[in-house]
């Protein structure tokens, strides 16, 4: 079966200027994650989504930070205005079912540097 | 507070050495446990541990899950250059308000 996709790889952006990031999950998988993951660490949560809705969005910085899946299948992520620190390495998952039943599959990310 | 604790930090052996990567854990009510390898890209899913004493295993790669010493080890027998990565374990609780937390990971360096 195909992976999840994500889209672009790498961006390079100025602080304050905005970004988006897509993810297309592996077909039939209800439940989508976005994660950040800075080097040297373990991924970070941002948002959770089971079909259109949201499950956890407890450690999005709401203030920039934003997510939609509006048809329950494609997702994208925003970032208005961008900081120095959010340069880091922007994972989308996804899983059959919610957490804990089946495992999660990643994208291969974007590599996001903010200068 | 929940966390998961991964040992070593970093490892370094030579092709065909056989090595032990240790994670143990402390959450509130206990539903899983993931295994996953990242390369230079996002990790790649391994192993899921629920049950204690049943050993997973994919080719060179075993794992086991003791819920009563609350830890998992990742065996990887014969290495190979390829297998140079981090080695992440997360841990999922259980209840209505799931969370997957994650070790800081194990990085392998394999040599010829």
């Known amino acids: 079966e195909a992976g999840v996709a994500q889209s672009p790889r790498y961006k390079i952006i100025e602080k304050r200027q905005s970004v988006a990031f897509w993810c297309n999950p592996i077909s039939g998988h209800a439940t989508l994650y976005w994660y950040q993951q800075i080097l040297g660490q373990g991924p970070k949560l941002l948002i959770q989504f089971q079909n259109n809705g949201v499950v956890d969005d407890s450690q999005l910085p709401k203030d920039r930070f934003s997510a939609e899946r509006l048809k329950g299948v494609d997702s994208t992520l925003k970032i208005q205005p961008a900081k120095l620190e959010d340069s880091a390495v922007y994972l989308c998952?996804?899983?059959?079912?919610?957490?804990?039943?089946?495992?999660?599959?990643f994208g291969n990310g974007t590599r996001l540097t903010v200068t | 507070e929940d966390k998961v604790v991964q040992s070593p930090l970093s490892l370094v052996v030579h092709e065909g050495d056989t090595v032990t990567l240790n994670c143990s854990y402390e959450?509130?009510?206990?539903?899983?446990l993931l295994w996953y390898k990242q390369e230079k890209k996002a990790p790649t899913f391994l192993f899921m541990l629920t049950s204690s004493g049943i050993e997973k295993k994919s080719g060179r790669l075993s794992s086991i899950l003791d819920k009563k010493e609350l830890f998992s080890i990742l065996n990887i027998t014969a290495t190979q250059t390829g297998d140079s990565a981090v080695y992440l374990c997360?841990?999922?609780?259980?209840?209505?308000?799931?969370?997957?937390?994650w070790g800081l990971g194990t990085s392998l360096a394999v040599n010829p």
């Open positions: 959450v509130t009510n206990f539903r899983s």
């Open positions: 997360a841990v999922i609780n259980a209840g209505n308000n799931r969370k997957l937390i």
């Open positions: 998952a996804s899983s059959r079912q919610g957490l804990g039943n089946s495992p999660l599959h």
